[in-house]
C-alpha cells in the first residue's frame, strides 16, 4: 500500500516553544491530509483537514492559531503547535488519501509523540 | 450523520482461540466502512475494508469482517487469536458528500491475548 511519512515520531519540548510536525505521503500524491490528535487509551479526534493549496479545515473546537496546518504541495502537510503546554502533550496521527469524493483508503502515518515540558 | 459504536472497549481472550470485536455503524448512505489496528505508539495500519462489493471481506493477518446491512454491524472476526494480535481495534465509517472524505472512528476495542 502507499506510504505516509511522519517525522518526528517523538518530540520533547519545553513549554512555550513551537514544534512543527511533518506528514509527506512518499508514493502518491496526497489531494487532502488529515491530522488526529489521540489522548492515551482513547479513539482518534479529528483536529482538521487540509486540502491542497487551500486553507485548513478546522474542526470545533480546535484553535487553528494553536494548531498551524499548511498544506503546501501535494506531498506535504505540516502540523505546528505554536506556544505549546503540557495539555498539548498527545499523540498526533496525520493520515493522507489520494482523491476527494471517491471509495478510497486514507493511509496514515506512524503518529508523533508530543511531550511539553 | 455517520456514527460507529465498539461495543466492547476491552477483550480478553487466550491463544489459539477465536476472536469476535463488535462493531456496530449508523449511515444515511451506503457506508465504507474499515477496521484498523493500532500497535502501542505507532501508527494505523488497515486491516480491511468493506467498499459495497462482496459483505464478506477477508483482511490481513487472518482477520475477516463480514457486513451485515439488516443489522448495521460489520464485526471482526478471527478463528484462532495469536500473542501478535494484542492490539486496539478501531471500526471506522466514511462519510462521503461534499469536498471531502472523513473517517469517523469509533471509541476502539483494547484486545488481550493470554497465553
Known amino acids: 500500500g502507499a506510504v505516509v511519512s511522519q517525522h518526528p515520531s517523538w518530540v520533547i519540548c519545553k513549554s512555550g516553544t513551537s514544534v512543527k510536525i511533518e506528514c509527506r505521503s512518499l508514493?502518491?500524491?496526497?489531494?487532502?491530509m488529515f491530522w488526529y490528535r489521540q489522548f492515551p487509551k482513547q479513539s482518534l479526534m479529528l483536529m482538521a483537514t487540509?486540502?491542497?493549496?487551500?486553507?485548513?479545515?478546522?474542526e470545533q473546537g480546535v484553535e487553528k492559531d494553536k494548531f498551524l496546518i499548511n498544506h503546501a504541495s501535494l506531498t506535504l502537510s505540516t502540523l505546528t503547535v505554536t506556544s505549546a503546554h503540557p495539555e498539548d502533550s498527545s499523540f498526533y496521527i496525520c493520515?493522507?488519501?489520494?482523491?476527494?469524493?471517491?471509495?478510497?483508503?486514507?493511509?496514515f502515518g506512524q503518529g508523533t509523540r508530543l511531550t511539553v515540558v | 450523520a455517520q456514527s460507529v459504536t465498539q461495543l466492547d472497549s476491552h477483550v480478553s481472550v487466550s491463544e489459539g482461540t477465536p476472536v469476535l470485536l463488535r462493531c456496530n455503524y449508523s449511515?444515511?448512505?451506503?457506508?465504507?466502512l474499515f477496521w484498523y489496528v493500532q500497535h502501542p505508539n505507532k501508527g494505523l495500519q488497515l486491516l480491511l475494508k468493506?467498499?459495497?462489493?462482496?459483505?464478506l471481506v477477508k483482511g490481513i493477518n487472518g482477520f475477516e469482517a463480514e457486513f451485515k446491512k439488516s443489522e448495521t454491524s460489520f464485526h471482526l472476526t478471527k478463528p484462532s487469536a495469536h500473542m501478535s494480535d494484542a492490539a486496539e481495534y478501531f471500526c471506522?465509517?466514511?462519510?462521503?458528500?461534499?469536498?471531502?472524505?472523513?473517517?469517523?472512528f469509533g471509541t476502539g476495542t483494547l484486545l488481550a491475548v493470554q497465553p
Open positions: 471506522v465509517v466514511t462519510t462521503y458528500g461534499g469536498a471531502t472524505n472523513k473517517l469517523i
Open positions: 493520515s493522507a488519501t489520494a482523491r476527494q469524493g471517491v471509495r478510497t483508503e486514507a493511509f
Open positions: 449511515s444515511s448512505y451506503s457506508p465504507s
Open positions: 487540509s486540502n491542497e493549496g487551500s486553507k485548513a479545515t478546522y
Open positions: 468493506y467498499t459495497s462489493a462482496a459483505t
Open positions: 508514493d502518491f500524491q496526497a489531494t487532502t
